[in-house]
């Protein structure tokens, strides 16, 4: 299939052992089918891609998006029932509340015309949260088949291995198919795929080696790097745009881009600024050095007191409640001097700047409760700064 | 031969493949029934007597059927129905209702269902009405009407038999065997289970399934027919000794040992140090500061700052690991403690650790030596 070769990269084994398990269109295919591998590794792009190009008649539901039992049935129907009928042609909404409903309902939709003598295939995507629904769903699924006793094929797709899926009781067992990472040399070359019109493949195959260089030891998912891949390239091309180099000064792009790819690594890559942001400081043109993720703040100029009230909630928060009065007795009075007033204003200016967080609902009637959401590094600092040996006061360290 | 004759002799031979591949795909994936029962001959011979019983002489009955999952019970039962309404006395009289643990997960769904496939009066389309009480007390009513002699004998069939003895005060089944100790409507109780015993007894289901571990991998042989069969084209015709070996490296590949491939260097590395923790501390639990102390000692060695990776950045290889279900933490995480310090436990043992190690594409020598180094701190 010269068409599905250049949209499906690097999967031409799995396309043809998915093709001829399909088989002929009004064949029996196996009744389950379970893909795994890891995340974007092309498992939902292959399957649906195929199923498309093949015109064979599916059903496509996220695990996730429906997440009970009545979301998944029900939007399992109203695809397929959307499928059987002609176009233009109004069907009204199937609701379904049990699995018994839903196989008789499924076998009077598979009556249909465009849909008997075909084998009809339904994907579940994000499959591994089906094990926390309703315990007969699963067993049910992988059975579908012979319950409805139609031609119908279920497809789990899922980036948890097939053994922690199996029941206790023991199911029926569905063909097991692997979808491999991708190599080194297939993500550069999907990643190359996607080069910008404006440049050459060359030029952009060099930014993507580089790319590789920096963030291939720590990710191999192809969906972070190609979001990596386009939020950096504006960098990268930055001295080929001011005039300073050409695009074959390989190492003056290179020491113009490596640091920076390597700040994207501590901030845009952990989500601690979001992509947004971090593309803005692109364009703004600020030194990179002077930005740190919000976990590389060792420290934050906070006023006296509210560095106090962020070590005793530190230790509020994490030390046992029946060691508090050996450990509290010297420090009530401090606490105490202070105004009531300015005490929950510096409390809610913790939690704005995330430092104290806000647990159980805010209409509780005895006050509210809060936590403290730092790590040990940082309140240490802190502490530091006050000069109180935090340590000496955790139940942990004693 | 001229060209127009081979044409359509390859269409032929395609036509016939075609035609071979939909019988064989039928047997592998759909169990279409045929003629032949291997193994099951005095049960099939039992169970057809007993259904005749029923069906002719009307006289109740109730069978359990039991062994492990493939062992070909439904295959069993299916070709029992078949051969007894072949009888023509038997297909004008005799119902069947088939009901099955998974899909009738209560007795108040059951119950609509046995009214539905009997087509009793409350049944209207597909709509049963009535209450709980209400419909069981009507088909007890058109069950209890009959006798002997005049009414048509009901065949229930039960799959996943085990399923409905978990019903709350198993009413149903109290009722139906009910009805077949009383000189009421002929009915034979037919239940299918995988369940020896209908308790959580291991090893009773371990000796049964070594018994039966030649049945077992009947569906397996399926699997790897299908697989093999896959490779039949017109190009191809015929199956060869080289497409069942491939088909049976493709059954035969360890599923965690294929996710540890993709991993990352880092992600490696955190496993490496997990596995030289449990070497040391004998499996006891481990946090990530722990892992991630353990993985600082190989980094500070001159020649690996290369690995000198922010803490964060750890944190979420470590995290990903989780998310892949390789490492579980040992309870529920508690609102209590902080990520960092929660315990957690590795699912892979040392040597799917290293087999797959061995298996990884450009591991880096360094990493590869630490791994089978025992002692951490050379």
């Not at chain 1, 005039?243 to 792009?253: C, H, M, N, P």
């Not at chain 2, 023509?88 to 643990?101: D, K």
Request: hydrophobic fraction near 40%; charged fraction near 20%.
């Amino acid at each position: 299939m010269p068409h599905l070769e250049n949209t499906v990269l690097c999967r031409e084994s799995q396309v043809s052992t998915l093709q001829s398990l399909f088989g002929e269109r009004h064949h029996f295919s196996f009744p389950s089918i379970f893909i795994y591998g890891h995340t974007a590794s092309g498992k939902t792009y292959v399957t649906q891609t195929l199923l498309k190009t093949l015109e064979l008649p599916h059903v496509f539901v996220n695990c996730v998006e429906c997440f009970t039992l009545r979301l998944l049935l029900e939007q399992i129907l109203n695809k397929l029932n959307h499928l059987s009928s002609s176009e233009g042609e109004y069907s009204t909404q199937i609701t379904c509340e049990t699995f018994n409903d839903f196989v008789r309902l499924f076998k009077q939709i598979t009556k249909a015309e465009s849909l008997k003598d075909q084998t009809v295939y339904i994907v579940l995507d994000k499959a591994e949260y089906l094990r926390d629904m309703e315990a007969y769903l699963l067993p049910g699924f992988l059975r579908l088949q012979e319950l409805t006793d139609r031609n119908v094929t279920v497809i789990f797709l899922s980036e948890i291995v097939w053994e922690k899926f199996r029941p206790n009781t023991g199911c029926f067992e569905p063909f097991v198919l692997y979808f491999p990472d991708y190599s080194i040399g297939n993500l550069q070359k999907i990643l190359s795929h996607d080069h910008p019109p404006e440049y050459s493949a060359d030029f952009y195959a060099a930014y993507i080696n580089i790319l590789l260089g920096v963030f291939y030891t720590v990710c191999r998912d192809l969906k972070e790097l190609r979001h990596l891949a386009v939020l950096n390239f504006p960098k990268y091309c930055e001295p080929v745009v001011k005039g300073e180099a050409s695009e074959r000064d390989t190492r003056k792009l290179w020491r113009n881009i490596e640091p920076h790819l390597k700040k994207a690594m501590q901030t845009v890559y952990l989500r601690e600024i979001s992509s947004s942001q971090w593309e803005k400081l692109q364009k703004d043109d600020t030194d990179p050095g002077q930005l740190k993720g919000l976990s590389a703040y060792t420290h934050v100029e906070l006023p006296y007191y509210s560095k106090f009230i962020l070590i005793a909630a530190y230790l509020a928060s994490y030390n046992p409640a029946r060691t508090d009065k050996r450990f509290f007795l010297k420090h009530h009075g401090k606490i105490k001097k202070t105004n009531f007033l300015k005490k929950h204003e510096k409390i809610t200016s913790l939690v704005t700047l995330q430092l104290l967080t806000l647990v159980g609902h805010d209409d509780q009637l005895d006050g509210p409760k809060y936590k403290c959401t730092v790590s040990l590094d940082f309140i240490r600092a802190i502490a530091r700064t006050v000069n109180f040996d935090i340590i000496k006061y955790l139940y942990d360290f004693l | 031969m001229s060209s127009r004759k081979s044409k359509s002799n390859n269409l032929i031979q395609a036509e016939y493949l075609s035609q071979a591949q939909r019988i064989l795909r039928e047997r592998f994936c759909h169990q279409s029934p045929h003629s032949n029962l291997f193994g099951v001959q005095v049960q099939y011979k039992h169970l057809i007597e007993l259904l005749k019983r029923t069906a002719i002489h009307g006289e109740s009955n109730s069978v359990l059927i039991i062994g492990p999952r493939g062992s070909g019970k439904t295959m069993l039962i299916n070709h029992a129905l078949k051969e007894l309404m072949e009888v023509e006395e038997v297909s004008e009289n005799v119902l069947q209702v088939h009901l099955n643990g998974l899909l009738q997960i209560n007795d108040k769904i059951a119950l609509k269902e046995i009214t539905r496939q009997l087509n009793l009066e409350n049944v209207v389309g597909d709509k049963v009405f009535g209450s709980f009480a209400e419909n069981l007390s009507f088909l007890l009513e058109a069950l209890k009407k009959g006798d002997r002699t005049s009414s048509c004998p009901v065949i229930f069939i039960l799959d996943e038999f085990d399923l409905f003895a978990h019903h709350k005060n198993q009413t149903l089944l109290y009722n139906l065997f009910d009805i077949s100790q009383s000189a009421q409507t002929p009915v034979a109780i037919i239940g299918l289970t995988c369940r020896l015993s209908l308790s959580e007894d291991r090893n009773v289901r371990d000796v049964l399934q070594k018994h039966f571990n030649v049945s077992k991998s009947l569906r397996s042989l399926h699997t790897l027919l299908m697989l093999a069969l896959n490779r039949v084209t017109p190009s191809h015709p015929f199956m060869t000794a080289a497409d069942l070996m491939e088909a049976n490296q493709l059954c035969s590949m360890d599923s965690k040992a294929n996710i540890v491939h993709g991993l990352s260097v880092l992600e490696i590395c955190l496993i490496i140090a997990m596995k030289h923790l449990n070497d040391i501390y004998e499996e006891e639990p481990f946090n990530f500061q722990m892992v991630y102390n353990e993985f600082q000692k190989f980094v500070q060695r001159k020649a690996h700052s290369v690995y000198n990776f922010e803490k964060p950045v750890v944190m979420k290889a470590f995290e990903h690991l989780q998310q892949l279900e390789l490492i579980r933490p040992m309870e529920r995480t508690s609102v209590n403690a902080q990520r960092e310090y929660q315990l957690m436990k590795l699912l892979l043992d040392n040597t799917q650790i290293m087999n797959a190690l061995q298996k990884y594409p450009n591991c880096p020598t360094d990493v590869r030596q630490w791994a089978t180094s025992s002692l951490s701190w050379l």
